[in-house]
């Protein structure tokens, strides 16, 4: 394995592109569509054209690896007490001006270890995981990297999971057909138009609702929804109203929500953290929209990081942070007062409490 620093070598040739007007291409892999010429790059920075052919500059190259909790992505219905083994790539195609990883995401370099898929799925199966996450930069940018490390993933029983802002295209719900087991579609401030254009830099959130639709009608992903809440800027109640109200009505009521805590980072130290309260208006909101499984992400030891039954009301997993502590449901994942199906798929692995579930990752050098 060695060490990357640009482009000296253009990574592998991309599948997610189209011939364009002019000589150019059309890269399909994100909503993005840009349309990049001889030499150019699109705005990710990862994906650009060499000799008439896009390339995906970053495939094989790593910049980050942890193995995580997967309740740290967030996803709470979809396996839990899994360890997962988070990989990522440099770019983004978002301009987040409050990203938590602007160092990898928003520098727009080619940087990272040299490793194969299959390289990446034995240091997975090396350090326990139960599954990989393609994470902590926008992986719709590097797709068919991820699809090619996922299917190997998924042939050696490993559970692939994106954590994306769902700026996708319906080529690339295809591609993530073959691969993916779960999403968490990572909303921003309300998915309020005007907060989009201005710190994300995208036109309008139509593309994230036409990608959950595509994946809801044409695969089996298990699909969970965040919404970064940022105070004073993000924060409209109305706003979240009607992002829920659409969740409820084209996903369902058992589609977990989650509403994450903001705190100060890259361009937007001016802002404080996100008050409990607003968080909690939020909560609020959502069940009365008619959500079953909504909670409160980033502030660890709050009520609403737990599942509490839509039947009865009982509380039935208890966490603290990204832990378990207490899994209350019976062996069908049932409310044991009331009986009531809860909508969580799988249950914490028989060793659950007894590994370490936060794991910095060496690679070994071949
Ligand atoms: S993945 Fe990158 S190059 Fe492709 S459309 Fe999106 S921003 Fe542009």
């Known amino acids: 394995m060695a060490w990357t620093e640009q482009r000296e070598v253009p990574g592998a ?8 007007k ?33 390339y995906l500059f970053v495939y094989g190259r790593v910049i980050a690896s ?58 997975a199966i090396r350090y326990g995981s139960h599954g990989i996450a ?23 029983g490993l559970i692939n999971v994106f954590v994306t802002n769902g700026y996708w ?56 929804i965040t919404d970064l809440v940022v105070p004073e800027v993000g924060d409209d109640l109305e706003a979240a109203r009607r992002l829920v109200r659409w969740v409820h009505d084209n996903l369902g009521p058992d589609t977990p929500i989650h509403f994450l805590r903001f705190h100060p980072d890259y361009k937007m130290m001016n802002l404080p953290w996100t008050p409990v309260e607003t968080l909690e208006r939020h909560w609020r909101v959502a069940k009365e929209e008619g959500m079953n499984y909504v909670y409160i992400g980033n502030v660890p030891g709050h009520p609403y990081e737990s599942t509490y039954c839509p039947g009865c ?24 007062s009331c009986g009531y199906k809860i909508a969580i798929v799988g249950s914490p692995p028989p060793d659950y409490g007894r590994s370490k579930r936060f794991v910095p990752v060496f690679w070994r050098k071949s």
């Open 13 to 20: 040739p991309a599948r997610l592109w189209t011939p364009a």
């Open 22 to 54: 002019g000589g150019r291409v059309k890269c399909t892999a994100c909503a993005r569509y840009c349309q990049i010429g001889e030499g150019q790059v699109g705005l990710c920075g990862i994906r650009g054209v060499v000799n008439g052919t896009l």
């Open 66 to 123: 942890h193995v995580d909790p997967i309740e740290k992505k967030p996803v709470t219905h979809f396996m839990p007490g899994a360890k997962i083994f988070s990989i990522a790539t440099t770019g983004c195609n978002w301009l987040c001006a409050y990203c938590q990883n602007f160092d990898i995401s928003q520098r727009r370099k080619v940087e990272g270890i040299e490793v194969t898929p299959e390289e990446i799925v034995e240091t």
């Open 134 to 156: 393609y994470t902590y930069n926008e992986p719709t940018i590097f797709m068919e990297f991820a699809h090619d490390v996922g299917v190997i993933a998924r042939r050696r």
């Open 169 to 224: 295209t319906p080529e690339s719900v295809s591609m993530a057909s073959e691969f993916l087991d779960a999403a968490t579609v990572d909303f921003k401030g309300n998915a309020e138009v005007n907060f989009l254009r201005r710190y994300v830099g995208i036109p309008d959130p139509e593309p994230i609702f036409q990608t959950l639709l595509e994946i809801k009608e044409r695969t089996t992903i298990h699909v969970e």
């Open 313 to 336: 009301g009982e509380m039935v997993v208890e966490r603290y942070g990204f832990d378990i502590v207490d899994w209350r449901l019976t062996k069908d994942n049932r409310c044991p």
